[in-house]
Protein backbone atom coordinates (compact mmCIF):
# COMPACT_ATOMS: atom_id res chain seq x y z
CA UNK A 1 0.00 0.00 0.00
CA UNK A 2 1.40 3.65 -0.68
CA UNK A 3 1.67 5.90 1.53
CA UNK A 4 -0.51 9.43 1.73
CA UNK A 5 2.19 11.93 0.83
CA UNK A 6 3.03 14.86 3.65
CA UNK A 7 0.75 17.66 3.20
CA UNK A 8 2.27 20.96 3.70
CA UNK A 9 -0.43 24.23 3.95
CA UNK A 10 1.15 27.02 1.86
CA UNK A 11 0.03 31.21 2.77
CA UNK A 12 1.02 34.19 2.64
CA UNK A 13 1.61 36.88 5.15
CA UNK A 14 0.50 40.70 4.35
CA UNK A 15 4.54 41.57 4.04
CA UNK A 16 4.24 38.87 1.35
CA UNK A 17 6.37 36.29 3.33
CA UNK A 18 5.54 32.68 2.67
CA UNK A 19 4.34 30.47 5.49
CA UNK A 20 4.41 26.60 5.06
CA UNK A 21 3.07 24.23 7.47
CA UNK A 22 2.56 20.32 8.18
CA UNK A 23 1.45 18.37 11.02
CA UNK A 24 3.48 15.43 11.87
CA UNK A 25 3.19 12.62 14.19
CA UNK A 26 0.40 15.11 15.74
CA UNK A 27 2.91 17.93 16.38
CA UNK A 28 2.86 20.80 14.19
CA UNK A 29 5.67 22.82 12.44
CA UNK A 30 6.03 25.80 10.69
CA UNK A 31 8.37 28.09 8.84
CA UNK A 32 8.34 31.85 7.35
CA UNK A 33 10.58 32.57 4.44
CA UNK A 34 10.54 34.96 1.05
CA UNK A 35 10.52 32.06 -0.79
CA UNK A 36 11.55 28.20 0.10
CA UNK A 37 9.02 27.87 2.80
CA UNK A 38 8.36 24.59 2.10
CA UNK A 39 11.44 23.79 1.43
CA UNK A 40 12.51 25.42 4.82
CA UNK A 41 9.53 22.95 6.43
CA UNK A 42 10.96 20.28 5.14
CA UNK A 43 14.29 20.71 6.35
CA UNK A 44 12.71 20.83 10.22
CA UNK A 45 10.89 18.18 9.89
CA UNK A 46 13.74 15.83 8.69
CA UNK A 47 15.83 17.14 11.74
CA UNK A 48 12.87 16.18 13.64
CA UNK A 49 13.03 12.50 12.24
CA UNK A 50 10.14 12.60 10.03
CA UNK A 51 10.64 9.74 7.49
CA UNK A 52 11.53 10.09 4.00
CA UNK A 53 8.39 9.99 1.57
CA UNK A 54 6.46 12.11 -0.89
CA UNK A 55 4.86 15.51 -0.33
CA UNK A 56 2.20 18.12 -1.74
CA UNK A 57 2.06 21.96 -1.64
CA UNK A 58 -1.87 23.06 -0.83
CA UNK A 59 -3.02 26.36 -1.23
CA UNK A 60 -6.76 27.83 -1.19
CA UNK A 61 -6.89 26.38 -4.50
CA UNK A 62 -5.78 22.97 -4.24
CA UNK A 63 -1.93 21.30 -4.77
CA UNK A 64 0.54 23.54 -5.83
CA UNK A 65 3.09 21.38 -6.19
CA UNK A 66 4.36 17.90 -5.01
CA UNK A 67 6.98 15.72 -5.04
CA UNK A 68 8.50 11.38 -4.00
CA UNK A 69 11.21 12.54 -1.29
CA UNK A 70 10.86 14.81 1.78
CA UNK A 71 14.25 14.07 2.39
CA UNK A 72 15.28 15.27 -1.18
CA UNK A 73 13.17 18.56 -0.96
CA UNK A 74 14.92 19.65 2.40
CA UNK A 75 18.72 19.35 0.36
CA UNK A 76 17.40 22.46 -1.67
CA UNK A 77 16.47 26.09 -1.37
CA UNK A 78 16.19 29.39 -2.97
CA UNK A 79 19.38 31.82 -3.66
CA UNK A 80 18.42 35.43 -4.08
CA UNK A 81 21.79 36.95 -5.32
CA UNK A 82 22.36 39.53 -7.27
CA UNK A 83 21.09 38.09 -10.49
CA UNK A 84 17.33 36.35 -10.89
CA UNK A 85 15.96 34.07 -7.94
CA UNK A 86 17.39 30.19 -8.27
CA UNK A 87 17.36 26.95 -7.06
CA UNK A 88 20.52 25.95 -4.94
CA UNK A 89 21.46 23.24 -2.65
CA UNK A 90 21.19 24.08 1.19
CA UNK A 91 24.05 24.61 3.07
CA UNK A 92 23.57 25.19 6.94
CA UNK A 93 24.79 28.28 8.43
CA UNK A 94 27.22 27.56 11.35
CA UNK A 95 25.17 28.55 14.69
CA UNK A 96 27.52 30.11 17.27
CA UNK A 97 26.42 31.04 21.12
CA UNK A 98 25.02 33.77 21.44
CA UNK A 99 27.41 36.26 23.49
CA UNK A 100 24.14 37.72 26.00
CA UNK A 101 21.86 34.76 27.09
CA UNK A 102 19.08 37.29 27.25
CA UNK A 103 18.85 37.52 23.33
CA UNK A 104 16.85 35.21 21.55
CA UNK A 105 16.35 32.59 24.60
CA UNK A 106 19.75 31.62 24.12
CA UNK A 107 21.03 29.51 27.13
CA UNK A 108 24.42 30.82 29.12
CA UNK A 109 27.52 29.46 28.25
CA UNK A 110 28.72 27.49 30.71
CA UNK A 111 31.39 28.70 32.66
CA UNK A 112 34.12 26.70 31.72
CA UNK A 113 33.62 28.02 27.96
CA UNK A 114 33.57 31.13 29.31
CA UNK A 115 36.90 31.25 30.64
CA UNK A 116 38.49 30.34 27.47
CA UNK A 117 37.14 33.39 25.63
Known amino acids: MTEPPLTMLV ?3 SDG ?4 SA ?3 GRGFMAVSRNGATMKL ?7 GCPD ?3 QACGAEGVRFHGP ?3 GLAKWTIW ?5 MRLARYVEKPRF ?12 LPASAEASE
Open 11 to 13: TQR
Open 80 to 84: EGDGP
Open 97 to 108: PARDATQDGAEP
Open 42 to 48: ARRLVEA
Open 23 to 25: VWE
Open 17 to 20: KDVA
Open 53 to 55: GPW
Open 69 to 71: SLH
